[in-house]
C-alpha cells in the first residue's frame, strides 16, 4: 500500500519545516530558507500546495481575456526548488500536538503524512461566500481555473447570443454583472470591456449595443483602496466604455432565474425613490469579499476575522513552531492595524519570517525582527492601455500607469522564460485581434452550472 | 421561449447549404463554398460544428507535449467565415424526409433545428472503443481535450511517483502503453519521449530508468502507412529511446486493477513461449481504430465500415441532395477502393465537392467532377528532431524530414496569427526546457476516472 512519502523515522538532528501554500507568501518563503539553508544536510525544507505552478495573481485579468496564454500567467514551482521538496497536495487537516500535516493528493485521492518541526501558514484566502444569499451560483476570480471558465464562458455566451433571434434573450446573455468595485472588480471589469471588444469583430450579428456591464459596491465609492481622485478618474474611464457603475448598493440575493433554466437574478435594496432592481444575468462575478481559507480556523490559536493572530515576527504565541504570514495572518503594523492583504507586503514578509525562522532553528542567540513596510504605491490597471495608481506619493493615470503596472509584475516573474513569454504574448496581441478558441474543459463542473439540470427539451 | 434560430420561413428562392462538421473537410467546403457563392445572395452557407476552433490535428502531439501552447495547434472557424454563418451545436440527429438537422448546444442544451437544401456530411472519426474490451478505461488522443488531459495526466504521475517510496508504485505510475503503431501511435510515442525527458529535469527523484514505454500492434510492423525500410528507422529510433515495440499482438482486454483501485492491467495473448502476459500501467492510450461518427450510421444510405458510399462525386446515390466527404465517407479511387482517411485527401476533396454542389445548385448543365488524387507522401515526427517519411517519391529521415513535417504543416495553418504563434512556440522551446505547469481542469469527467470511485481512506 501506498506509503505516505515522509513520514521517515524523525532523527533528533533533522530539523524539517514545512511550509503549506504556494502563493507569494509561501514561494518566497521557501526560496528565503532555501537560501539560508542550503549548506544546512539537517535542514530540511518541505512545501505543499494544491497545484505544482505559483500564480502570479495580478496577471490572471489577462489570463481571462486571453491577452496572455493563462499558462503564462502562472510560474512552475518545481524549477524554483534546489534543496527545498515539493508535494503536491491539498492540506485537509493540521495537528499541532503530534506536529503533523495531513494532506491529499487529487485526484486520485492519495493520502500524506507530513510531520514538520516548524509549520509556515501561508495559505492565502479564497472567496467568501457566506455574505450575499446564493452566492454559489456567482463565478470567483481567484485563480487559473477561474480564469480559463469565464474566458470559455464568455465566448461561449457570445455563440448563444449570435445564434439566437430573441432580443431579451440576447440582453440576457450579454449582461455582465460585477459585485465588488475593489481593486480585484475593477482590474477585472477594465479587461473584460477590452476583451467583449476583441470579440466582437468575430460575431458580426453582436454590436456594443447588446452587451451591459454593471459594476455594484456596497461602499460610497469604487477602489476604496486609493485616493478618492484616482478613484473618480477610474470610474470616468469605466463610465465612458458603457459601464453602470452602482455604489452604495448591498446585493440581497442572487437566486437562479427558473425560466429560462440558466439565467440569474441579482436582487437590488430598494433606491432613494423607493425602487427595488433585480438584475437578470448569465454572468454574475463575485469579485467581493475574500476570507481566509478555513484551515486556519481550525488552528487552536486566537484570530480575528478568519485570520491567525501573531506576532509582528509572525510568529503564533501560543504556538512556538508555528508562524503565518500573507492573507491568511493578522500582523499588527506599529498601530496595531492588520497588514492590507498584498502581493507586495506578503513577498517582503516572506523574507522577514524566513530569517525569523532561521534564528530559532540555528538558535544563534539573535533577536527575532518585526515586520515593517511601508507601501510604496498602488496600482490598477484600465485594459486598453490605461491604468491609474499612486507610485511613491506620485499619482499616475493613463497609458503611463498601464505601462508601469505591465512592467512591474512582468519583472516580478521569478524565471527569463516566463518574462519572455509574456512579453511576446503582449506583442502578439498589439499585432493581432484576441481569437475566440475556447479552452476546452471537462464536464464543467462549475458553481455556475449546479443550477443547470434539466434541458429545455426539442422546440419544434 | 428560445426560437431555433434558423427556421424563418423557408423561402423557395433561398437555397441553404448546410455542412456538418469543422475538421479539414467540413471548413475547406465551406471556404470554396463561401468564395463561390461570393456574390449570390439567395444561397445560405451554414456551417456546424461543436467547438468554434478549427483543429490542425497533426499537431496535437505537440500540443499534448506542451511544445506548443494547445490553443496554438488550432485556428478559430469565425473570423474565417464572411459569408458563410457559423453555428456551434452537436448535431444529434439528421431528418432528411424533413431536410432537417436536429442539434444542440452545450453546455446549456439549446436545441437547434436547421433546415437545408443541401447537407455536407464531413463528421470525421473517433476513436473506437469497440474493438478492445474495457477501451473505455483507456484514454484517446483525437482532440484537444484529449491533449490537455493526457498532459496534465502526465505530469501528475510525475507528482505522485516524485512523492513516492514504493518501487513498485513508481514502476506503474511511470508505465506508458500504446496501443496502436500506426501514424498516430507512433508520433504519439515519439512526442512523449521527448516530453518526459524534459519533464526528468524537474523531478530529481525521478531517473529515466523508472520510466517504460511500450507500443503495441496487432499487425506485423510498426507503420503500415509507410515503406518496410521507413517503419524500420521509425522502429530502430524509438528503440533506441528505450520503447519496447511489441508487433502482432491483439490486446485481449483492459481492466482496472483493483488494488491500487487507480491501475490499469492490459491483457496480452500468450506469446511464442506459451506466456501470457499483463502489462500493468496508469496510461494506456488507445491509438488504434478510429471508426465514422455513429451518425453515419443512422443515415438511409449505404454504408461500408462504418462510412457512408457516395459516388467519385461525393454525392450519396440514394439522396440526392446529400454529400460527404473525409474520414467519413466511402469514396471510391479508380480501382473501386476507399481512399485513406488523411488530411491531405480531405482538403482536396472540399475543393471537388464544394464546384460539385455548385454545379447543381446552380444548374448551370456542367458534368459532376470525380475525386481523382495521387497522394503526395505522408510523413511523420518521431519528436527530438527526428521524423521519417516519402515525399514524391525521395525517401527522408532524420532530421530533414522533422523540418518538412513542421513546415509543411506551419504553412498548412489557415491564417498568418497563428503560424506566427506556433513558430514563436517552436523558438522558445529550442531556447528553454519544457514546463511542468498544468492547464486546470474541472471535475476530471474523463474516461479514465470513471474506475476512480472510493479513496483510499486516511493512511495512518
Redesign the interface.
Known sequence: ?????TTAPHQRTLKRIVILGGGFGGIYTTLHLQKIFRHHDAVEIVLINN???FLMSPLLFEAGSGVL???HA???I??LLHKAR????DVERIDVDKRLV?A??T???????IPYDHLVLALGGKTNRSLIPGSEFALGFK???DA??LRNHI??LF??A?????PE?IRRLLNFVIIGGGLVGVELIGELTEFVDNLL???PRISREHIHFALLDASPRILSEMDQELADYAAETLWRRGVEILTNVRVQKIEPFAD?A?ALRVYLPADARGQARILEAETVLLCAGVMPNPLIASMPAESLKGKIVVEPTMRVTSLGNVWALGDCAFIPDKNGKPYPPLAQHALRQAKVVAHNIARVVLNDGAHLQPFVYESKGTLASLGHYDGVGKVLGIKIRGFAAWWVWRTYYVMQMPRW?RR??VI?DWT?AL???N????????????PS?RR?GT?????S
Open positions: 500500500m501506498t506509503t505516505p512519502p497545484d505544482n505552478y496564454e493563462p499558462r502562472v510560474t512552475p518545481r524549477p515539493f508535494i503536491e497536495a495531513f491529499r493528493h485526484p486520485d485521492d492519495k493520502p500524506y503524512e485563480n487559473l481555473r480559463i471558465y465566448i461561449d455563440e448563444q449570435d445564434a439566437s433571434d430573441d434573450e469583430r468575430s460575431y429560462p440558466s522564460e519572455l513569454r511576446l502578439i499585432l493581432f485581434r481569437d475566440v478558441v475556447k479552452l476546452d474543459l471537462f464536464g464543467q463542473a462549475h452550472h443547470r434541458g429545455l427539451g426539442f422546440g
